[in-house]
């Protein structure tokens, strides 16, 4: 059966500092996605990116970051210069898919973790 | 359009009555979901449509009761619900391949008195 972990429960930073949201899986099958989202305050799960298996390329889009490690079944997310309007919480999230590539439909999520920027 | 629409965002219902939740997307999504969230919990997985058919029942209890009735549009309907049943419910839709992510409404907030 597939898992993830997000250890940190909750997190509190000052405006602009970088902060890092652990976040690690577990499967045995080789094919599958990763997920972030975020889900502020309103309730809505906002997509902020998908990572398949065979991709471990490091992705950045602005202040977001991503690190995939497969060696580690870890994939990380970093906001740089954090911002009051980060705060919320953030769920990674696991997608196993067939042989064809094709995702089962779940999404297994992590606990989540509260994120929350000061300013 | 590139949203997921819930409808109502709020709703309290008494455990005797019938109620519905309405989702609908106009993305040409053809995998359609119900999850259910707790306060404080990440949300689980309830139902998923796919090609307007049941492909997956989460064991979710028979008070909860999906349909789709076509392509656009989602309902779950609610019939003698449990106090803790009261939960953020949200629909959510894909392509069926699910390789670009999943698109998720703002959810109900159900209560159920």
């Known amino acids: 059966a597939q898992k993830v972990t997000q250890a940190q429960t909750e997190i509190s930073v000052v405006e602009k500092e970088d902060v890092t949201l652990d976040c690690v899986y577990e499967?045995?099958?080789?094919?599958?996605?990763l997920f972030w989202y975020k889900q502020p305050p309103s309730g809505e799960l906002v997509f902020l990116i998908r990572r398949n298996s065979f991709d471990e390329q490091n992705e950045i889009s602005g202040r977001y970051s991503w690190n995939f490690q497969k060696s580690t079944s870890s994939f990380n997310f970093t906001i740089t210069a954090s911002q009051v309007v980060d705060s919320a919480v953030y769920f990674c999230a696991l997608s196993l898919t067939n042989a064809g590539g094709t995702s089962y439909g779940k999404l297994t999520f992590g606990q989540g973790t509260i994120l929350t920027v000061h300013p | 359009d590139t949203e997921v629409t819930q409808t109502p965002k709020h709703l309290v219902m008494g455990m005797t009555n019938k109620k519905s939740l309405k989702c609908e997307q106009h993305?040409?999504?053809?995998?359609m979901y119900w999850y259910k969230q707790k306060a404080k919990k990440p949300p689980e997985l309830m139902f998923v449509y796919s090609y307007e058919k049941l492909s997956i029942n989460e064991s979710v209890p028979s008070r909860f009761s999906p349909e789709c009735p076509n392509s656009s549009l989602l309902n779950l309907h609610l019939h003698a619900l449990q106090p803790e049943d009261s939960a953020l419910y949200l629909c959510a839709s894909s392509q069926l391949a699910g390789l670009y992510g999943y698109t998720f409404g703002s959810g109900t907030r159900l209560t159920v008195v």
């Open positions: 499967t045995r099958d080789t094919t599958y996605y």
């Open positions: 993305m040409g999504h053809r995998a």
